[in-house]
Each structure stands twice: as structure tokens, then as C-alpha cells.
């Protein structure tokens, strides 16, 4: 193919992303939608002029882990921690927490009883399932009130990193459906949840050097290049992290949370130890710099992931059975608890639970023989495009958008999906 036809065809993909990401900001409508269906419309002409992408299943996951990365750290630079903020940082922390270990053991039961599975191995299986997408949801609240924007900021943010810990915790103690052992049988007792602990506790010191070595070499480097360089060390220090089984999202939620918080988190007796001036300088660069990168990122992620869509994946009735039980349990459990902790405003938090990357991405690590009629490729793209649907239902029938508000701020519209083969 004519290298300067890709390169025009790249070009006009990446304008109509930011057409698309124009048209969610003033419509609300999830950009992800219509860079999926362009995808989709992709790969209908691709089938017909028989043209085939090489390594598809393993350019998703790439695409998938990068974009993964930039969202962490593009939501924890937006993080703002003060005394003015502690409320609302308790509120969403427990409300992340609560909502994903009810929701996770609630589907766990209607698996362990519909499919007979062990019940530790569908807790395993349901846990993406229970964890929500900032990438989505962070920014389709840009629109709310204050506090209800911090909220979902916040609440999405923790969603994301406890949905990951206690996912990694599961993962080592479960016998596949097969009655095969995965990894290891290890029965969970106080010594495994004793091993969390370290492990958290060895991610966080891990976390304090990166950023310190990061924010030492930010200081010193003098070449005009540098915020580039800064988050490809951060990329290879997740990989190492990876690599030596530890939750290395923590590292770069720590770095971004840290250099976004400078004056605020560290103690006067250890800013004179740690460079932060031009940290607080080039803060502005560098979220552009990833706002930037996650864009184009999400671009090709989601295009690809569209190309990997065939329409057979819609034609089985028991996928929307299934489907729509999750998202049952999903809001059921989402509207009860605002219920009890808010009753006076329900909406539109409680609709703004929309499922995405993180929930693909641990999917895609769960051992092939645990997919099942429940859990599988064409369930989680319905359960995802339908938390979409509703949480742009709720924000348009929310009291803020009734009242006419516009954005306080101008966000682009992250979304996130992924693909897996069987």
C-alpha cells in the first residue's frame, strides 16, 4: 500500500478524533462510541477489499496498557490534595471501596449460582466487571457542580487502584473452573492479607524513589527535552514493577499525585531535600505533554479495537441476558448506596459508573479457561456500552445540566475499550 495514503489516512482518523472529541464536550455523548463504530465501519471495508492488520492481538493490548498508564497519571496530575479537600477525599475513597467489594461479591454469588463456579474463582472472574472507568467518567463530569465533579474524580480515581489491589490479591489464591491449579493454591488467611500489606507498603517506599529520582532529574536536566524522557522512565519503572508482580499503577499514581501536590504534601523539613521548583514550573508542560500523548494513544486504541468488532458478537440473546443482569447489579448496588449515604442527590453520581480499559485489561489476564457463558469478550463490550448509555442519561437528566451549566473545564473526552480473541 502507498505509504503516503496510510500517512493521509492517519491524518484524517486523528482529526475526525478531535471532531469527535468536540462533539462529546457539547453533547455529552461518549466520544469512545463513534471511534468504535468508525473502527467498525474500518473493518467493513477492509473485508471487502480483503486487507488484514498484522498482530491485531497484540497491538490492542499494547495500545490498551500505554493508554492504562497515561490515564493513571493524566487523572492524578488533576488530583488536588489539601485540607479544603479531605472531606470529599474520605467520602470517595470509601464510596470506591464499598461499592467495588459489594458489587464484586454480589456477582460473584450470581455466578457461583447460575454457572456453578468456586466462589473465589468468579470473585476473581467479576472484578474487572466492578471497577469503574475515570478515563470515562472523569471527564463526562467536567460539566457538574463542583462538588460533584471532585467527587467522581476522586471516587473513579480509587476505584481504579483498589479494583487493581484487590484483583493481584485474588489472582495467586485461585483453581480454575478446569479444577487445574492457576499459579498456585494458596488458601487466603490473615498471613495473605499480612503479604498485601507489605506489598502495598514496598509499592509506596518504591513510589517515594521514583519520584524522587524523577523529580531530581527533572531539576537538573538542562536540555529543553526532557518531560518526553521523564515519562519513558516512568513507563520502563511500571514495567520493572510488572515485572516483579507488584501493583505498579500505585508508581505512577504516587508520581503524578506528588508533582501535582508538592506544596501541599510534603512536609516543610523535606521540601529542602527534595528539588521541586521546576517540578512546579514545567507542571503545566507536562500535562499537556500527557493530555497530548493520551490523545493520540486513545485514537489508535479504539479505531483498532473497532477494527476487531464483528457484528456476530451481538447476534447471541443469552449476551444481553447476561449483560443486563450485571448492569442490574452494577446501578442496584450503585443507587443503594447513595441512597443511604446522599438520598437528597442521588443523581447524577449514582448513574456515572461507566465500565472501561482497566476492566478490559484485567480481563485480558485472567487465564483463558476461565471464560465463560457469564464472563467472556461479547458480555463485557455489552456491559460497557450500556454504563456508557446510562451515565449519559443521568447527566442529562441531572439537576447541573437542567440548569444549563457548561464545563468549567475544557477535558478531553477519554474513553475506554478493548477487545479479547477467543
Same mark, same amino acid.
Given at each position: 500500500?502507498d505509504?503516503?495514503?496510510?500517512?493521509?489516512?492517519m491524518?484524517?482518523l486523528?482529526i475526525?478524533?478531535?471532531?469527535f472529541?468536540?462533539?462529546?464536550?457539547?453533547?455529552?455523548?461518549?466520544?469512545?462510541?463513534?471511534?468504535?463504530?468508525?473502527?467498525?465501519g474500518?473493518r467493513?471495508?477492509?473485508?471487502n477489499?480483503?486487507?488484514?492488520?498484522?498482530?491485531?492481538?497484540k497491538?490492542i493490548p499494547?495500545?490498551?496498557?500505554l493508554?492504562?498508564?497515561?490515564?493513571?497519571?493524566?487523572?492524578?496530575?488533576e488530583?488536588?490534595i489539601?485540607?479544603?479537600?479531605?472531606?470529599?477525599i474520605i467520602?470517595?475513597?470509601?464510596?470506591?471501596?464499598?461499592?467495588l467489594?459489594?458489587?464484586?461479591?454480589?456477582l460473584a454469588f450470581?455466578v457461583?449460582?447460575?454457572l456453578?463456579?468456586?466462589f473465589?474463582?468468579?470473585?476473581?472472574?467479576?472484578?474487572?466487571?466492578?471497577?469503574i472507568?475515570s478515563?470515562v467518567?472523569?471527564?463526562?463530569?467536567?460539566?457538574?457542580f463542583?462538588?460533584d465533579?471532585e467527587?467522581?474524580?476522586?471516587?473513579?480515581?480509587?476505584?481504579d487502584?483498589l479494583?487493581?489491589?484487590?484483583?493481584?490479591?485474588l489472582?495467586?489464591?485461585?483453581?480454575?473452573s478446569?479444577?487445574?491449579?492457576?499459579e498456585a493454591?494458596?488458601?487466603?488467611?490473615?498471613?495473605s492479607?499480612f503479604?498485601?500489606?507489605?506489598?502495598i507498603?514496598?509499592?509506596?517506599?518504591?513510589?517515594f524513589?521514583?519520584?524522587? #529520582? @524523577?523529580?531530581? *532529574?527533572?531539576?537538573?536536566?538542562s536540555h529543553?527535552?526532557? $518531560?518526553?524522557?521523564?515519562?519513558? /522512565? =516512568?513507563i520502563?519503572?511500571?514495567?520493572?514493577?510488572?515485572?516483579?508482580?507488584l501493583?505498579?499503577?500505585?508508581i505512577?499514581?504516587f508520581?503524578?499525585?506528588?508533582m501535582a501536590?508538592?506544596?501541599d504534601?510534603?512536609?516543610?523539613?523535606?521540601?529542602?531535600?527534595?528539588?521541586?521548583?521546576?517540578?512546579?514550573?514545567?507542571?503545566?508542560?507536562?500535562?499537556?505533554l500527557t493530555?497530548?500523548?493520551?490523545?493520540?494513544?486513545r485514537?489508535g486504541?479504539?479505531l483498532?479495537?473497532g477494527f476487531?468488532i464483528?457484528?456476530?458478537?451481538f447476534?447471541?440473546?443469552a449476551?444481553y441476558?447476561y449483560?443486563l443482569a450485571?448492569?442490574g447489579v452494577?446501578f442496584?448496588?450503585?443507587?443503594?448506596?447513595?441512597g443511604i449515604?446522599q438520598?437528597?442527590?442521588?443523581?447524577p453520581?449514582?448513574?456515572?459508573a461507566?465500565?472501561?480499559l482497566i476492566? #478490559? @485489561?484485567?480481563f *485480558?489476564?485472567?487465564?483463558l479457561?476461565?471464560?465463560?457463558? $457469564?464472563v467472556?469478550?461479547?458480555v /463485557? =463490550?455489552i456491559?460497557?456500552?450500556?454504563?456508557m448509555f446510562?451515565m449519559?442519561?443521568?447527566?442529562?437528566?441531572s439537576?447541573?445540566?437542567?440548569?444549563g451549566d457548561?464545563?468549567?473545564?475544557?477535558?478531553?473526552?477519554f474513553?475506554?475499550?478493548?477487545n479479547?480473541?477467543?
Open positions: 500500500m505509504i503516503y495514503f496510510i500517512m493521509g489516512g491524518s484524517i486523528i475526525f478524533s478531535y471532531l472529541d468536540t462533539i462529546a464536550r457539547n453533547t455529552r455523548f461518549p466520544s469512545v462510541i463513534l471511534l468504535i463504530a468508525t473502527g467498525i474500518l467493513f471495508l477492509a473485508d477489499f480483503n486487507y488484514h492488520i498484522p498482530y491485531l492481538d497491538i499494547t495500545f490498551g496498557t493508554g492504562l498508564i497515561l490515564i493513571v497519571l493524566e487523572g492524578a496530575l488530583l488536588k489539601n485540607k479544603e479537600k479531605k472531606g470529599v467520602k470517595g475513597f470509601f464510596s470506591a471501596l464499598t461499592i467489594l459489594v458489587t464484586a461479591t454480589s450470581m457461583n449460582h447460575w456453578g463456579v468456586p473465589l474463582n468468579a470473585m476473581l472472574e467479576v472484578t474487572p466487571l466492578a471497577i472507568s478515563a467518567a472523569i471527564p463526562s463530569a467536567a460539566g457538574l463542583e462538588k465533579k467527587f467522581v474524580v476522586y471516587e473513579s480515581t480509587f476505584s487502584i479494583g487493581i489491589v484487590l484483583f493481584y490479591f489472582k495467586p489464591h485461585i483453581v480454575d478446569l479444577g487445574e491449579p492457576y493454591i494458596i488458601p487466603i488467611g490473615i498471613g492479607f503479604e498485601l500489606i507489605i506489598e507498603g514496598t509499592v509506596v517506599i518504591v513510589s524513589i521514583v519520584t524522587y #529520582i @524523577l523529580f531530581t *532529574l527533572i531539576e537538573r536536566i529543553k527535552v526532557k $518531560f518526553f524522557l521523564i515519562l519513558a /522512565l =516512568l520502563l519503572a511500571y514495567v520493572i514493577a510488572k515485572k516483579f508482580h501493583s505498579a499503577l500505585i505512577i499514581f508520581f503524578g499525585l506528588f501536590n508538592t506544596r504534601m510534603l512536609p516543610d523539613k523535606l521540601k529542602k531535600y527534595i528539588p521541586t521548583k521546576k517540578v512546579n514550573e514545567g507542571l503545566h508542560e507536562f500535562h499537556l493530555a497530548e500523548s493520551t490523545f493520540l494513544i485514537t486504541f479504539f483498532f479495537f476487531n464483528t457484528l456476530d458478537m447476534m447471541n440473546p449476551t441476558l449483560g450485571i448492569i452494577i442496584a448496588v450503585r443507587f443503594l448506596y447513595f449515604t438520598p437528597k442527590s442521588i443523581l453520581v449514582a448513574t456515572i461507566p465500565r472501561g476492566t #478490559i @485489561l484485567l *485480558l489476564d485472567l487465564p479457561a476461565m471464560s465463560n457463558d $457469564f467472556n469478550q461479547k /463485557l =463490550l456491559v460497557i456500552l450500556l454504563s446510562i449519559l442519561i443521568g447527566l442529562i437528566l439537576p447541573e445540566n437542567k440548569k457548561k464545563p468549567k473545564v475544557d477535558l478531553d473526552s474513553g475506554d475499550v478493548i479479547k480473541n477467543e
